[in-house]
Protein backbone atom coordinates (compact mmCIF):
# COMPACT_ATOMS: atom_id res chain seq x y z
CA UNK A 1 0.00 0.00 0.00
CA UNK A 2 1.25 3.45 -0.99
CA UNK A 3 1.39 5.47 2.17
CA UNK A 4 2.60 8.60 0.56
CA UNK A 5 1.21 11.55 1.79
CA UNK A 6 -1.69 13.48 0.42
CA UNK A 7 -1.69 17.16 -1.11
CA UNK A 8 -4.47 17.52 1.46
CA UNK A 9 -2.82 15.88 4.53
CA UNK A 10 0.38 17.51 3.61
CA UNK A 11 -1.29 20.88 3.58
CA UNK A 12 -3.19 20.77 7.12
CA UNK A 13 0.40 19.78 8.41
CA UNK A 14 2.40 22.14 6.89
CA UNK A 15 -0.28 24.22 8.10
CA UNK A 16 -0.20 23.24 11.71
CA UNK A 17 3.92 23.70 11.53
CA UNK A 18 4.09 27.08 10.39
CA UNK A 19 1.26 28.10 13.47
CA UNK A 20 3.60 26.12 15.71
CA UNK A 21 6.77 28.51 14.68
CA UNK A 22 4.53 31.48 14.79
CA UNK A 23 3.19 30.90 18.36
CA UNK A 24 6.92 29.96 19.59
CA UNK A 25 8.32 32.95 18.01
CA UNK A 26 5.55 34.94 19.98
CA UNK A 27 6.37 33.51 23.02
CA UNK A 28 10.12 34.58 22.90
CA UNK A 29 9.18 38.02 21.32
CA UNK A 30 7.04 39.30 24.37
CA UNK A 31 8.76 37.06 26.85
CA UNK A 32 9.75 40.05 29.50
CA UNK A 33 11.72 38.15 31.64
CA UNK A 34 14.98 37.10 30.17
CA UNK A 35 16.21 33.97 29.29
CA UNK A 36 18.87 31.62 29.05
CA UNK A 37 21.14 31.22 25.98
CA UNK A 38 20.26 27.96 23.82
CA UNK A 39 22.78 25.78 21.90
CA UNK A 40 25.71 26.73 23.62
CA UNK A 41 26.74 29.75 22.10
CA UNK A 42 28.00 32.52 24.15
CA UNK A 43 26.83 34.15 27.12
CA UNK A 44 25.62 38.28 26.69
CA UNK A 45 27.56 40.16 28.31
CA UNK A 46 26.79 42.21 31.62
CA UNK A 47 28.37 44.79 33.61
CA UNK A 48 30.82 44.55 36.23
CA UNK A 49 30.30 44.09 39.43
CA UNK A 50 32.75 45.70 41.89
CA UNK A 51 35.13 44.20 44.39
CA UNK A 52 34.82 44.77 47.62
CA UNK A 53 31.20 44.48 48.10
CA UNK A 54 29.81 44.36 51.69
CA UNK A 55 28.53 41.11 53.11
CA UNK A 56 25.72 43.14 54.71
CA UNK A 57 23.27 44.42 51.57
CA UNK A 58 20.60 46.76 50.88
CA UNK A 59 16.58 45.60 51.96
CA UNK A 60 14.48 45.90 48.86
CA UNK A 61 13.81 49.85 47.87
CA UNK A 62 10.71 50.79 49.02
CA UNK A 63 8.23 52.78 46.59
CA UNK A 64 9.02 57.13 47.14
CA UNK A 65 6.74 58.35 44.08
CA UNK A 66 8.56 61.39 42.10
CA UNK A 67 7.61 64.46 44.07
CA UNK A 68 9.40 67.82 42.42
CA UNK A 69 10.18 70.04 39.24
CA UNK A 70 13.65 69.65 40.25
CA UNK A 71 15.21 68.57 36.68
CA UNK A 72 18.88 67.64 38.68
CA UNK A 73 20.79 64.67 36.94
CA UNK A 74 21.87 62.38 40.08
CA UNK A 75 25.54 61.01 40.45
CA UNK A 76 24.03 57.61 41.19
CA UNK A 77 21.86 57.77 38.18
CA UNK A 78 24.63 58.84 35.46
CA UNK A 79 26.46 56.11 37.07
CA UNK A 80 23.79 53.41 36.11
CA UNK A 81 23.37 55.02 33.05
CA UNK A 82 26.96 54.67 31.75
CA UNK A 83 27.44 51.22 33.60
CA UNK A 84 24.95 49.95 31.03
CA UNK A 85 26.44 52.02 28.19
CA UNK A 86 29.63 50.77 28.52
CA UNK A 87 28.89 47.43 28.39
CA UNK A 88 26.23 47.07 25.87
CA UNK A 89 27.98 50.65 23.84
CA UNK A 90 23.92 51.77 24.23
CA UNK A 91 22.33 55.25 24.62
CA UNK A 92 20.41 56.68 27.46
CA UNK A 93 18.07 59.39 28.92
CA UNK A 94 17.84 60.60 32.08
CA UNK A 95 16.01 63.74 33.84
CA UNK A 96 12.77 64.98 31.40
CA UNK A 97 11.62 68.85 31.40
CA UNK A 98 8.79 68.82 34.02
CA UNK A 99 7.10 72.29 33.12
CA UNK A 100 4.74 71.50 31.15
CA UNK A 101 3.63 68.47 33.47
CA UNK A 102 0.82 68.18 35.85
CA UNK A 103 1.91 64.99 37.74
CA UNK A 104 5.28 63.75 39.11
CA UNK A 105 7.74 61.62 37.98
CA UNK A 106 10.65 60.16 39.30
CA UNK A 107 12.05 61.58 35.63
CA UNK A 108 11.72 65.21 36.89
CA UNK A 109 13.79 63.87 40.67
CA UNK A 110 16.81 62.53 38.39
CA UNK A 111 15.88 59.11 39.80
CA UNK A 112 15.10 57.28 36.19
CA UNK A 113 17.06 56.26 33.42
CA UNK A 114 15.76 55.15 29.70
CA UNK A 115 18.29 52.81 28.79
CA UNK A 116 17.63 52.19 25.07
CA UNK A 117 17.20 49.22 23.63
CA UNK A 118 14.65 47.39 20.98
CA UNK A 119 12.94 44.11 21.55
CA UNK A 120 12.37 44.15 17.45
CA UNK A 121 16.21 43.77 17.37
CA UNK A 122 17.19 40.20 18.54
CA UNK A 123 20.99 41.22 19.90
CA UNK A 124 19.58 44.26 21.55
CA UNK A 125 16.41 42.35 23.20
CA UNK A 126 19.01 39.28 24.00
CA UNK A 127 21.28 41.91 25.78
CA UNK A 128 18.61 43.81 27.12
CA UNK A 129 17.20 40.55 29.16
CA UNK A 130 20.48 39.93 29.77
CA UNK A 131 20.81 43.04 31.69
CA UNK A 132 17.76 42.58 33.73
CA UNK A 133 19.04 39.10 34.85
CA UNK A 134 22.20 40.40 36.08
CA UNK A 135 20.16 43.06 37.83
CA UNK A 136 17.81 40.22 39.25
CA UNK A 137 19.96 37.00 40.16
CA UNK A 138 20.56 36.05 43.22
CA UNK A 139 24.85 36.52 44.10
CA UNK A 140 26.89 33.84 45.65
CA UNK A 141 25.59 34.89 49.37
CA UNK A 142 22.27 34.18 48.81
CA UNK A 143 20.94 37.06 48.68
CA UNK A 144 18.05 37.95 45.65
CA UNK A 145 17.65 40.04 43.51
CA UNK A 146 20.97 41.63 44.40
CA UNK A 147 22.90 44.02 41.93
CA UNK A 148 19.16 45.26 41.84
CA UNK A 149 19.03 46.09 46.24
CA UNK A 150 22.94 47.47 45.73
CA UNK A 151 21.87 49.90 43.16
CA UNK A 152 18.62 50.95 44.51
CA UNK A 153 16.62 49.76 41.91
CA UNK A 154 12.79 50.09 42.51
CA UNK A 155 10.94 49.22 39.43
CA UNK A 156 11.83 48.19 35.79
CA UNK A 157 9.81 48.28 32.82
CA UNK A 158 10.71 46.54 29.81
CA UNK A 159 8.29 45.31 27.20
CA UNK A 160 4.97 45.47 28.01
CA UNK A 161 5.93 44.65 31.70
CA UNK A 162 6.65 45.75 35.28
CA UNK A 163 8.85 44.64 37.80
CA UNK A 164 8.61 46.07 41.33
CA UNK A 165 11.28 46.11 44.58
CA UNK A 166 8.52 46.60 46.52
CA UNK A 167 6.15 43.93 44.82
CA UNK A 168 8.32 41.31 44.07
CA UNK A 169 5.64 37.98 44.69
CA UNK A 170 3.73 39.10 41.91
CA UNK A 171 7.28 38.91 39.72
CA UNK A 172 6.98 40.34 36.47
CA UNK A 173 3.15 41.73 35.74
CA UNK A 174 1.37 43.31 32.88
CA UNK A 175 2.26 47.00 32.44
CA UNK A 176 -0.85 49.10 31.36
CA UNK A 177 -2.78 47.67 28.65
CA UNK A 178 0.49 46.86 25.96
CA UNK A 179 -0.21 43.57 25.48
CA UNK A 180 -3.16 44.39 23.83
CA UNK A 181 -1.12 46.69 21.34
CA UNK A 182 1.43 45.34 19.55
CA UNK A 183 2.18 47.89 16.94
CA UNK A 184 5.21 49.86 16.63
CA UNK A 185 3.62 53.03 17.59
CA UNK A 186 3.59 51.96 20.94
CA UNK A 187 6.72 50.97 21.44
CA UNK A 188 7.75 54.11 23.16
CA UNK A 189 4.72 53.77 25.71
CA UNK A 190 5.17 50.01 26.24
CA UNK A 191 8.88 49.71 26.65
CA UNK A 192 9.65 48.04 23.42
CA UNK A 193 12.77 50.07 22.75
CA UNK A 194 14.04 51.13 25.73
CA UNK A 195 14.02 49.81 29.32
CA UNK A 196 12.85 52.14 32.08
CA UNK A 197 14.95 51.67 35.95
CA UNK A 198 13.10 53.91 38.48
CA UNK A 199 15.84 54.53 41.35
CA UNK A 200 15.30 55.26 45.42
CA UNK A 201 16.84 58.23 46.53
CA UNK A 202 19.73 56.82 47.74
CA UNK A 203 20.40 54.78 44.44
CA UNK A 204 19.74 58.14 42.14
CA UNK A 205 22.34 60.16 44.93
CA UNK A 206 25.06 57.22 44.33
CA UNK A 207 24.70 56.52 48.23
CA UNK A 208 24.39 52.52 47.95
CA UNK A 209 26.60 49.66 48.45
CA UNK A 210 27.34 49.32 44.38
CA UNK A 211 29.13 52.52 44.80
CA UNK A 212 29.95 53.33 48.26
CA UNK A 213 30.61 49.76 49.75
CA UNK A 214 28.54 51.05 52.72
CA UNK A 215 24.85 49.64 53.15
CA UNK A 216 22.87 53.21 52.40
CA UNK A 217 19.41 53.55 54.86
CA UNK A 218 16.36 54.32 53.03
CA UNK A 219 16.02 57.83 52.07
CA UNK A 220 12.56 59.42 51.54
CA UNK A 221 13.41 62.40 50.51
CA UNK A 222 11.51 65.25 50.21
CA UNK A 223 8.16 65.21 51.20
CA UNK A 224 5.06 66.85 49.63
CA UNK A 225 2.88 69.60 51.86
CA UNK A 226 -0.60 68.75 52.27
CA UNK A 227 -2.03 71.96 50.17
CA UNK A 228 0.59 71.97 46.98
CA UNK A 229 0.36 69.33 44.42
CA UNK A 230 3.98 69.22 44.48
CA UNK A 231 7.49 69.11 46.80
CA UNK A 232 10.53 71.16 46.44
CA UNK A 233 13.77 69.40 45.52
CA UNK A 234 15.94 66.86 47.26
CA UNK A 235 17.59 69.03 50.09
CA UNK A 236 19.10 66.38 52.49
CA UNK A 237 18.43 62.81 53.66
CA UNK A 238 15.07 62.30 55.38
CA UNK A 239 14.83 58.95 57.29
CA UNK A 240 11.13 59.27 57.91
CA UNK A 241 8.59 58.05 55.68
CA UNK A 242 6.69 61.09 54.18
CA UNK A 243 2.61 61.63 54.65
CA UNK A 244 0.42 60.71 51.96
CA UNK A 245 -2.48 63.45 50.98
CA UNK A 246 -5.05 63.30 48.58
CA UNK A 247 -4.48 65.41 45.20
CA UNK A 248 -5.47 68.89 45.61
CA UNK A 249 -7.93 70.23 43.03
CA UNK A 250 -9.74 73.88 42.09
CA UNK A 251 -12.43 74.56 43.87
CA UNK A 252 -16.06 74.46 42.00
CA UNK A 253 -16.61 77.14 40.28
CA UNK A 254 -12.81 77.94 39.85
CA UNK A 255 -11.67 80.23 37.41
CA UNK A 256 -9.92 79.28 34.21
CA UNK A 257 -6.29 80.30 35.35
CA UNK A 258 -7.14 79.25 39.13
CA UNK A 259 -7.62 75.60 37.15
CA UNK A 260 -4.16 76.25 35.38
CA UNK A 261 -2.55 76.74 38.15
CA UNK A 262 -3.60 74.06 40.82
CA UNK A 263 -1.85 71.11 39.02
CA UNK A 264 1.30 72.36 39.28
CA UNK A 265 0.88 73.99 42.48
CA UNK A 266 4.05 73.68 44.78
CA UNK A 267 6.65 73.28 41.52
CA UNK A 268 9.68 75.71 42.01
CA UNK A 269 10.29 78.19 38.88
CA UNK A 270 13.18 80.07 38.64
CA UNK A 271 15.28 81.63 36.13
CA UNK A 272 16.38 79.88 33.43
CA UNK A 273 13.33 77.58 32.53
CA UNK A 274 10.52 77.66 30.33
CA UNK A 275 7.08 75.87 29.64
CA UNK A 276 3.69 76.01 30.12
CA UNK A 277 4.13 76.08 34.38
CA UNK A 278 6.32 79.57 33.43
CA UNK A 279 3.50 80.41 31.09
CA UNK A 280 0.61 80.19 34.16
CA UNK A 281 3.25 81.92 36.66
CA UNK A 282 3.70 84.97 34.16
CA UNK A 283 -0.05 84.86 33.61
CA UNK A 284 -0.90 85.29 37.49
CA UNK A 285 1.97 88.55 38.41
CA UNK A 286 0.98 89.84 34.54
CA UNK A 287 3.42 90.01 32.74
CA UNK A 288 3.32 88.82 28.73
CA UNK A 289 3.39 85.01 28.99
CA UNK A 290 6.21 83.99 26.53
CA UNK A 291 7.16 80.72 28.67
CA UNK A 292 10.41 81.79 29.11
CA UNK A 293 11.33 82.70 32.83
CA UNK A 294 13.64 85.39 31.87
CA UNK A 295 14.31 88.56 33.06
CA UNK A 296 11.37 90.30 32.49
CA UNK A 297 9.39 88.09 34.79
CA UNK A 298 12.35 88.01 37.80
CA UNK A 299 11.57 91.68 37.85
CA UNK A 300 7.98 91.50 38.25
CA UNK A 301 8.24 88.26 40.03
CA UNK A 302 10.19 90.12 42.90
CA UNK A 303 7.81 93.00 42.75
CA UNK A 304 4.70 90.17 43.33
CA UNK A 305 6.54 89.09 45.90
CA UNK A 306 7.33 92.33 47.69
CA UNK A 307 3.66 93.17 46.94
CA UNK A 308 2.43 90.26 49.08
CA UNK A 309 4.50 90.64 51.95
CA UNK A 310 6.96 87.96 50.99
CA UNK A 311 10.51 87.87 50.49
CA UNK A 312 11.78 89.20 47.26
CA UNK A 313 13.38 86.22 45.81
CA UNK A 314 12.38 85.69 41.82
CA UNK A 315 11.65 81.84 42.71
CA UNK A 316 8.14 80.50 43.07
CA UNK A 317 8.61 78.72 47.20
CA UNK A 318 5.63 77.39 48.48
CA UNK A 319 5.05 80.74 50.30
CA UNK A 320 4.41 82.49 46.99
CA UNK A 321 2.33 79.40 45.59
CA UNK A 322 -0.19 79.77 48.83
CA UNK A 323 -0.29 83.69 47.86
CA UNK A 324 -0.69 83.43 44.22
CA UNK A 325 -3.66 80.40 44.88
CA UNK A 326 -5.11 82.86 47.53
CA UNK A 327 -5.13 85.53 45.34
CA UNK A 328 -6.66 83.72 42.62
CA UNK A 329 -9.81 82.40 45.06
CA UNK A 330 -8.04 79.07 46.60
CA UNK A 331 -8.68 78.81 49.90
CA UNK A 332 -7.77 76.40 53.08
Not at 165 to 175: D, F, N, V
Not at 182 to 210: K, Q
Not at 225 to 237: E, K, Q, T, V, Y
Not at 313 to 320: D, H, L, N, S, V
Request: glycine share 8%; net charge positive; charged share 15%.
Amino acid sequence: MNHATSPRRRSRHGTLSLLLVVVAALALFWSAAPTATAGGAPAPRVPATPTGLPKAIEGLAPYVPGVACDMRNRTGTIKLAELVKTTYANTYGLVRSCTSATKPSEHYDGRAVDTFFNVRDTTQRTNANALISWLLATDTAGNPYANARRLGVMYIIWNNKMWSSYRTAEGWRPYSTCATTPSTAYDTTCHRNHIHISLSWEGALGRTSFWSKQVAPVDWGPCRLPDLNWSIGWGAPNPQRCPTYPVVAAPAGASALLKEMVPRSGMVLRPGMSGQAVTTLQKVIGVSATGNFLSTTTTRLKAWQTAHHLPATGITWPATWRAMLAANGMHR
